[in-house]
Every structure is written in structure tokens, then in C-alpha cells.
């Protein structure tokens, strides 16, 4: 009798699923526009019938209300579907291109293809847009799919199990359960293409496991995401944006911001108005905010421990909590919190905070908040707050940044005319719409001959032919 290891069990299955979606693959390249629409069609149609239980699970899960399930998880996801069902016809049509004088009597187009094969792998924090969201973009363009889904919030992951199990025969789309043992087999088989969300530090180890198959990948990273306000900004609505913007989700948001950058000569006046802020968002004091509907929770008693690090680090090394710092470790809460007078050898200021933990750094000009931007890895959002065009164009063209928002922030997520993606340490690639679509395709370039011949430039080179190369370079 042959006893298999739990390596063996775990690898068996996902082995004989990624075999039976590879077989699949070149079938569901062939699908036309209307086939690929009405898949996206059924995952439209399950989550409207079952937004009561995406709401129950991810309550469950991490104290997740109800609005902001819809607002982080569902408006932008479902606006993306609605989207991609009204345009991808158009998108699947070959794309003509422009030819150059010098290969008269050619044409040439741009024809989508799929990557084939596609791991999608999901993080935690928006567990259920950032698992569903990369699927609809790679259906679009035609792959299959093998989906993990965080095990750090497995109601979610139960009902994505049961979405894929409900939606799709195994042969187009399979979803397995597990911890990052599952996920290291997953990334041992040779994909055509990895999706995945979650830390820059772990998108190295699929970066480098993609790379023993030479398979694309798409990274969405995070890092660090400064929010700038200079002294022309409007207080009171910036106080309201960024109140709202740290602390929804509990701040468990990669695009949210992550440290303060307020010029002196405001500083005062906006830390004041975010306090009035929260007071009204949250309640005035730590045990209204603990019973607050309206406030999620940290994902797990690790993630609780390590923000509340954060927040002990800073106050021995002479930090000053402004606002909030309470916590109760039996429920994951940690209260809203404001941190002033942050250095950099804090660790709040060295690595992404992914908690309800604002550091303020007061600066007196541009120059000093360029020097605090750029002195760090390229984010993967940049919040500018400011009256002045002169201010934000000065920023913009001396920062580089995933995405950008002027005067309010986050929302960029749910458009679906732009392209969402980090750059180098914040991520690789981008999606949504259209540009999900591209990344998820491969942009196969066809050009057809139509008349004629190069012929004329074929050997031997006598001078007529060298004559005619030269003006072929120099009309090319």
C-alpha cells in the first residue's frame, strides 16, 4: 500500500485541474463576443442575487459593514462588468494599423488573442473586487483560470468557491481553498500568465516563480502612498476626504493614504477638522467607535499585533498620539489614529502602515515634501490636495506614481476608462476595462502582403540596390 504525503494530495488535484483547464485553453480562445459576454452575464447575474451573503461573509470575516462592501467591493466591480459587456465587441475586432511607405503593397492589423492558462491569486482586503474583478478582465480576452483566494477571510473565500462552482464548468474556471502552501503548488505549474494581488515582498516570490516558465504577470503591489496638502488647499473638505479615505476598511486599503504631508502653516487647522470629522463618522470617543456600525475591524489578532507595533514604536521614540491609539486586542480593534512628529527611523514610516494609523509630517514647502516622496519606492497612488495649479503640476512632473488624484482620493479605483497598476515596487501592469482586456490578451501583430514584392532589395547588392535600401531608410 502507497501512502501519499499531504504534499501529494495537495499537489494531485491541482495538477489534474490545471491539465483539464490547459486542454480547454485553445477551445475557449474560439469564443465569440456574444459567448464571452454571457459568461460575464452569469457572474453579473449571481452577485446580484447574492449581494445578501457577499455582505454576511465578509461581516463575518473581518466586521466588514455592509456599505462598504457595496462602496469597496461592488460599485466598481460591477460598473467595471457593466462596462466590459457594453464594449468588448468593439475591442475583440482586429485593429488596423498604419503602413509605412517603405512596405507599400502590405497591411497590417492587431488581432487579441488570450494568454491561455491564468493564475489569479487574491488578497484579503477586498477579497471578493480583487478576486473578481481580474477574472472578468481575463474572460474578456478568452483564458482559463485557476483563482486563490486569501485564506485570511474564508467566508469570503467559501462564497467565491461557491460562485465559481455554481457559474462555470471546471474546465473554464476552478477556485481551490488553502493556505500559501496551496498557492506555492499552484505557482510551480507552468501558467501563461499570473495575476496577482497583495505585498511588494510577495509579489517578488511570484515574480520569481513566473520566471522558471517565462509567464507575464500582472503585480498589484502597494507601498507607501503620501497624501499632500499645501496651504492652499480647502480644509474642511480635505479633512473629510482624508478622514474617510484612511479609516474606511479600517484602513486596510493599498491605494489608501498612508502618511500625512501638510504644510506648517495648516497643519494645525486640518488635524483639528479631522478630529470633528471622525467624531461625526465614528462617535466621540473610543467605545463609541468600538460599537460603530459603520467600523470594520483588523483582519486577524497577527495583523492587529503588528499595527499596534506601529503605534507603541512610534510613542517610545518620541512620537505624539493626537488622536485615538486605543485598542482592545479581543476584537481586532484599533480606534482611529493620528500620530504626529514621525521620523523616519519610526518603523510606522518605513514599511506600508494597512491599518487606521495616520502619521503626520509637516513640511514648509514643496521641495520638502518632494524630498519625502522620492527618498521612498514608487507608490502606488499619489494624493495631491492644493488650490494652486502651479503646486500640482510641480508635483506631478517631479514624482512618479502608479495613479495620481487631485483633490479627493481612492475613487480613481472605480473608473473603468483608466488604467489602475503600480510601477516597479507598487506593481507591474494595470487592468480595468479596457486595459484589463489588453493585459490580459496577447497584442498579436499580422500583416498581410497584398501586392507586389521586396524583391527589388533582395541580393546581390549592386549599386541599384544599395541606392534603393538608402531611400528606403530614408523614407521609411
Not at 309 to 332: F, K, P, Q, Y
Request: glycine residues 6%; hydrophobic residues 40%; contains cysteine.
Amino acid at each position: 500500500m502507497i501512502v501519499q504525503s499531504p504534499e501529494t494530495d495537495l499537489k494531485a488535484p491541482i495538477q489534474t485541474a490545471f491539465n483539464q483547464l490547459r486542454q480547454h485553453a485553445a477551445t475557449m480562445a474560439l469564443t465569440t463576443a456574444p459567448e464571452r459576454i454571457e459568461r460575464l452575464k452569469r457572474i453579473k447575474s449571481w452577485i446580484e442575487a447574492n449581494t445578501s451573503a457577499i455582505h454576511a461573509a465578509m461581516h463575518a470575516d473581518f466586521r466588514k459593514p455592509s456599505a462598504e462592501v457595496d462602496l469597496g467591493e461592488l460599485v466598481g466591480l460591477m460598473g467595471d462588468l457593466r462596462y466590459t459587456i457594453r464594449h468588448l465587441k468593439q475591442w475583440m475586432k482586429p485593429q488596423r494599423v498604419p503602413t509605412p511607405l517603405s512596405l507599400v503593397g502590405t497591411s497590417g492589423y492587431l488581432h487579441y488573442e488570450p494568454k491561455g492558462v491564468v493564475l489569479i491569486i487574491s488578497p484579503w482586503n477586498y477579497p471578493f473586487d480583487l478576486m473578481v474583478g481580474p477574472l472578468i478582465a481575463a474572460l474578456a480576452a478568452g483564458n482559463v483560470c485557476m483563482l486563490k483566494p486569501s485564506e485570511l477571510t474564508p467566508n469570503t473565500a467559501a462564497l467565491l468557491k461557491r460562485m465559481v462552482d455554481e457559474v462555470f464548468p471546471p474546465e473554464e474556471v476552478v477556485l481551490f481553498e488553502g493556505a500559501a502552501e496551496t498557492a506555492q503548488a499552484m505557482m510551480e505549474l507552468p501558467f501563461n500568465h499570473i495575476f496577482f494581488t497583495g505585498s511588494p515582498a510577495l509579489g517578488k516570490v511570484v515574480m520569481t516563480a513566473a520566471a522558471k516558465h517565462l509567464a507575464s504577470v500582472t503585480l498589484e503591489l502597494g507601498g507607501k502612498s503620501p497624501f499632500v496638502v499645501d496651504e492652499t488647499a480647502d480644509i474642511r473638505k480635505t479633512a473629510e476626504i482624508l478622514a474617510w479615505a484612511k479609516y474606511f476598511n479600517n484602513g486596510q486599503t493599498c491605494i489608501a493614504p498612508d502618511y500625512l504631508l501638510v504644510h506648517e502653516t495648516v497643519k494645525t487647522p486640518l488635524l483639528n477638522e479631522i478630529r470633528t470629522v471622525v467624531e461625526h463618522m465614528y462617535g466621540p470617543d473610543a467605545a463609541a467607535r468600538a460599537a460603530s456600525d459603520s467600523y470594520a475591524r483588523i483582519v486577524n489578532r497577527r495583523h492587529f499585533q503588528r499595527v499596534k507595533g506601529l503605534i507603541d514604536d512610534a510613542a517610545r521614540r518620541g512620537a505624539t498620539v493626537l488622536m485615538g491609539g486605543r485598542t482592545n486586542e479581543a476584537d481586532n480593534f484599533i480606534e482611529p489614529t493620528l500620530i504626529d512628529g514621525v521620523t523616519n527611523d519610526m518603523q510606522i514610516m518605513q514599511e506600508e502602515i494597512f491599518g487606521p494609523v495616520l502619521p503626520v509630517v509637516s513640511v514648509k514647502n514643496l521641495d520638502e515634501a518632494l524630498a519625502h516622496i522620492n527618498s521612498r519606492e514608487k507608490p502606488l497612488a499619489l494624493y495631491i490636495h492644493s488650490k494652486k495649479q502651479a503646486n500640482i503640476d510641480y508635483l506631478i512632473n517631479r514624482t512618479s506614481a502608479g495613479d495620481t488624484v487631485i483633490n479627493d482620493a481612492m475613487i480613481h479605483f472605480t473608473n473603468p476608462e483608466m488604467p489602475f497598476g503600480g510601477i516597479n515596487n507598487s506593481g507591474i501592469g494595470s487592468y480595468h476595462g479596457y486595459f484589463g482586456f489588453q493585459e490580459l490578451s496577447h497584442r498579436r501583430s499580422i500583416l498581410r502582403r497584398q501586392f507586389g514584392t521586396m524583391k527589388f532589395l533582395f541580393p546581390p547588392y549592386t549599386d541599384r540596390v544599395r541606392k534603393l535600401i538608402s531611400w528606403a531608410v530614408k523614407f521609411s
